[in-house]
C-alpha cells in the first residue's frame, strides 16, 4: 500500500521536454557571452543579455527615426506655430533635440567631403564622394569633461549610421567611435612641453554591419584602436592586412572604387565623418587626419611606380 499518496512510477520513464536551441552568433559589440531570447523566469536572477538579432533590431528602430528627423521637426514647427506653443519648454527642447542631430548629420557629410576632396587633391565635386556622404546619418556627438584623482579626463564619442549604401543599398553599418584624453602616468611625451607632454589618448573605432542580419551569417565588421599614445605618435600606426581588406571592402560598398582612394585614406574619411567637424583644434585627431592624408599619399605615389 502507497501509505503517501505517491504514483508508482512508470516502467520506462518520459523522454525530458525540448530544450530551446542556443544561439551561435556573437553579439555586435564586445565579447560578452551570448543568451537565449526568452529572459529566465527564475526569480532573483539578472536578465538575460540581449541576443545579436536584438541588438541590431533596437540599433535600426533608432535609424529608422533619424531618417524622419527632418519630417519630424518641420511637422512639429508647424504644429506649434498653429497652436502658439512654440515657446513652450517641451516644444523647444524636442526642437533643439532635432535640430541639433541635423547639424550634425550637415556637419559629418561636409567634413567627409573636405577631407575626401584634400586627399584627391581637387576642389570641384566629386559624384562618387558626395554619394557616399549622403549616405552618413549621425545619432550623437558628444564632448565630456570628468574630474578624477586631480586630473580632468576629457572622452569624445560619436555614434553613426552608414544607411543606403551605393554598393549595397541593403546594407547598414553602425559606426561607434571614442577619444579619450588622460594623464600620462609617467609624464614623458618627448620634446613637446607642456600639457601635450603630459597628456595621452586611447583612440576606438567600431565599425558594424547591423542590416541585413542572418542569424550566423558573415557580416561586415572593422575595428581600430589605438591606447596610451601622445599626440605627437598617434600617426605612426601600420594597418594589418585585415584592417585593410576591410577598409577596401568599405570603400567599395560606399561607392569609391576609383584607384584614387586607399584603404588608410578610407580611414581618414571615416574619422574626419565621424568628426562632425567638431574635433579640428584636438592636437590628436589632428595629427590622425594628417598621418591617414599623408599615408594615403605615400601609397598612391608607390602604386605609381614613383
Known amino acids: ?5 505517491l504514483m508508482k512510477p ?12 542556443a544561439t551561435a552568433a556573437a553579439p555586435l559589440f564586445g565579447n560578452a557571452p551570448q543568451a537565449p531570447d526568452t529572459p529566465p523566469t527564475t526569480p532573483g536572477k539578472a536578465a538575460a543579455a540581449p541576443t545579436q538579432a536584438g541588438v541590431a533590431n533596437r540599433e535600426l528602430d533608432e535609424l529608422h ?13 508647424a504644429k506649434a506655430l498653429e497652436t502658439s506653443t ?3 519648454t517641451t516644444t523647444l527642447e524636442h526642437l533643439s533635440e532635432l535640430s541639433a542631430r ?10 567627409a567631403r573636405t577631407f575626401g576632396l584634400a586627399m584627391l587633391s581637387v576642389k570641384v565635386a566629386d559624384d562618387a564622394l558626395e554619394s557616399a556622404a549622403r549616405t552618413l546619418f549621425p ?3 558628444r564632448h ?8 580632468a579626463a576629457q572622452m569624445w564619442v560619436c555614434k553613426l549610421f552608414l544607411h543606403a549604401l551605393p554598393g549595397a543599398p541593403d546594407t547598414t553599418l553602425c559606426a561607434r567611435f571614442s577619444l579619450t584624453e588622460h594623464a600620462d602616468p609617467g609624464g614623458g611625451g618627448g620634446d613637446d612641453a607642456g600639457e601635450a607632454a603630459t597628456t595621452q589618448y586611447d583612440l576606438n573605432l567600431q565599425l558594424m554591419q547591423v542590416a541585413p542580419f542572418v542569424a550566423g551569417a558573415s557580416r561586415f565588421a572593422f575595428s581600430f584602436a589605438l591606447a596610451d599614445k601622445h599626440a605627437a605618435d598617434i600617426g605612426e600606426f601600420t594597418l594589418d592586412e585585415g584592417q585593410r581588406a576591410r577598409l577596401n571592402e568599405l570603400r567599395m560598398l560606399l561607392g569609391l572604387i576609383s584607384g584614387r582612394w586607399t584603404a588608410v585614406g578610407m580611414l581618414g574619411v571615416l574619422l574626419a565623418a565621424i568628426s562632425s567637424g567638431q574635433m579640428d583644434e584636438n592636437p590628436c585627431f589632428k595629427e590622425m587626419l594628417r598621418a ?7 601609397e598612391l605615389l608607390a602604386i605609381s611606380g614613383l
Open 1 to 5: 500500500m502507497n501509505f503517501f499518496n
Open 10 to 21: 512508470p516502467a520506462t520513464p518520459p523522454p525530458p521536454p525540448p530544450q530551446p536551441a
Open 65 to 77: 527615426g533619424i531618417l524622419e528627423d527632418g519630417q519630424t521637426l518641420a511637422a512639429l514647427a
Open 86 to 88: 512654440l515657446e513652450e
Open 102 to 111: 541635423l547639424l550634425c548629420r550637415n556637419r559629418a557629410r561636409t567634413a
Open 139 to 141: 545619432s550623437y556627438f
Open 144 to 151: 565630456t569633461t570628468a574630474a578624477g584623482d586631480g586630473d
Open 292 to 298: 591617414t592624408r599623408e599615408a594615403h599619399r605615400a
